[in-house]
């Protein structure tokens, strides 16, 4: 058979295969996602999966930027658009529930629920940073509030910002244990009357 292309052509779409392995982290975590549910979610082999993408934890810091340009977005996109930090973190918080118990994805945010029990400090690291990372940009929100009076002078920034994070944190694990889309917006209106006023 001829074709127009020169060289082995690729066996598997890159693209495909990132999904195909986001998928699998999401729903396994990293540390009990092996090798051979890889290659078997990706339908190559283990040197075609070494080839294409290094190693295991180099497939997954791909997986992970793939996630956050897919899923992952939304929080700085609501704290970027949104008027104060109270209208972005309801609009996250409302975000999430719909996101975190989509059926057409495993349920809640992989950058939380991969890095449980992993043995891999670098991993547990990475996504901790990017954990982290919102909870930065939450509190820089929140302390735009208190310059602008939106929010009270003696407004805990910090602390206010990790109770968003726990929050978040806690709706995703909530998903992964069976509530639904509703329930969680409950869990999002329930959080947002803690709030505190201008």
């Not at 996602?33 to 190559?44: E, K, M, P, V």
């Not at 929010?151 to 805990?156: E, F, H, M, N, R």
Request: proline residues 3%; glycine residues 6%; negative net charge.
């Amino acid at each position: 058979m001829v074709t127009g292309q020169r060289g082995r052509p690729r066996s598997f779409d890159r693209d495909a295969a990132l999904d195909k392995a986001m998928l699998a982290f999401w729903e396994r975590g990293y540390e009990a996602t092996s090798i051979a549910d890889l290659t078997a979610s990706l339908g190559i082999g283990a040197p075609s999966l070494y080839a294409a993408f290094g190693d295991k934890r180099k497939l997954f810091d791909e997986v992970v930027a793939v996630y956050g340009c897919r899923y992952g977005d939304f929080a700085s996109v609501a704290l970027a658009e949104e008027p104060t930090a109270r209208a972005a973190v309801a609009r996250i918080l409302r975000e999430a529930a719909e996101i975190y118990t989509d059926p057409a994805h495993p349920r809640g945010c992989m950058v939380i629920s991969a890095a449980i029990n992993t043995t891999s400090e670098e991993v547990a690291q990475a996504l901790r940073e990017r954990r982290n990372a919102n909870l930065v940009m939450f509190e820089s929100r929140i302390r735009a509030d208190v310059a602008t009076g939106a929010l009270s002078a003696d407004t805990d920034a910090r602390a206010l910002a990790r109770y968003a994070g726990a929050v978040l944190q806690g709706m995703s694990q909530q998903s992964r244990d069976g509530a639904s889309r509703e329930e969680l917006e409950a869990v999002a209106e329930r959080a947002l009357a803690a709030w505190p006023a201008a």
